[in-house]
């Protein structure tokens, strides 16, 4: 079965920093472009920051500078790396990965609060 296995949640003041990793499984062939969604309560879900296989990057405005987006193609593996991070960053982080179809994670919560 394929599956996107995300870690590195949690709990964070104002200005602190965390790291995300998504790792995913054999069963997807061809992995292109990984990335990752956020969706806080009562907002749509979001873009945040993706990377090609060839390992060029975007990122949205509201995280451009703060975070960094890369990965290991070895272990199809993506981190997003969030420094300084803010209040308005809270929200549930949801990987993705472009295959045959694009998979999701099932998400990992990020919570910044004083």
């Known amino acids: 079965q394929v599956q996107l296995v995300e870690s590195g949640g949690g709990l964070v003041q104002p200005g602190g920093s965390l790291r995300l990793s998504c790792t995913a499984s054999?069963?997807?062939?061809?992995?292109?472009?990984m990335g990752w969604y956020r969706q806080a309560p009562g907002k749509e879900r979001e873009f945040v920051a993706s990377?090609?296989?060839?390992?060029?990057?975007n990122y949205a405005g509201s995280v451009r500078g703060r975070f960094t987006i890369s990965r290991d193609n070895a272990k199809n593996t993506v981190f997003l790396e969030m420094n300084s991070l803010k209040l308005e960053d809270t929200a549930v982080y949801y990987c993705?990965?472009?295959?045959?179809?694009?998979?999701w994670g099932q998400g990992t919560q990020v919570t910044v609060s004083a």
């Open positions: 990377i090609a296989r060839s390992g060029g990057t």
């Open positions: 993705y990965a472009n295959g045959a179809t694009t998979y």
């Open positions: 054999e069963g997807i062939l061809s992995i292109g472009t």
